[in-house]
């Protein structure tokens, strides 16, 4: 049975950072593309940062996230990374893991993706 969890949220003041962690079970995540997506109140899931399974494991980051989260992976662990930087107010959302069978390359659209996890909270205090 595929199970795709993430762990990491909680509760941070603005400015700090926090590292959220994606692993699954009955999945190799190596073999396959990862996705952050997140969803604030009100607002629609967006993609936050993907990365391809292999070769040079190209990645992507959405405009709001570019250089303070950086998505990475433990191939031995098993598990997927993404360490928030200087955090703010906007990063608050539940933070979602997704996996892709097609790993040739990250995916932006979360119709890409085949399997979910339950989600993350992130709240941040100003």
């Known amino acids: 049975q595929v199970r795709v969890e993430e762990s990491g949220g909680g509760l941070v003041q603005a400015g700090s950072s926090l590292t959220l962690s994606c692993t699954a079970s009955?999945?190799?995540?190596?073999?396959?593309?990862v996705g952050w997506f997140r969803q604030a109140p009100g607002k629609e899931r967006s993609i936050v940062s993907a990365l391809a399974c292999c070769g040079d494991y190209p990645s992507y980051y959405s405009d709001s996230v570019k250089g303070r989260f950086t998505i990475s992976r433990d191939d031995a662990k098993n598990t997927v990374y993404l360490q928030m930087s200087g955090l703010n107010s906007e990063d608050a959302a539940v933070y979602y893991c997704?996996?892709?069978?097609?790993?040739?390359?990250?995916?932006?659209?979360?119709?890409?993706?085949?399997?979910w996890g339950q989600g993350t909270q992130v709240a941040v205090s100003s």
């Open positions: 009955g999945l190799t995540l190596s073999d396959l593309a």
């Open positions: 997704a996996v892709a069978n097609d790993g040739s390359t990250y995916w932006i659209d979360d119709y890409e993706y085949d399997y």
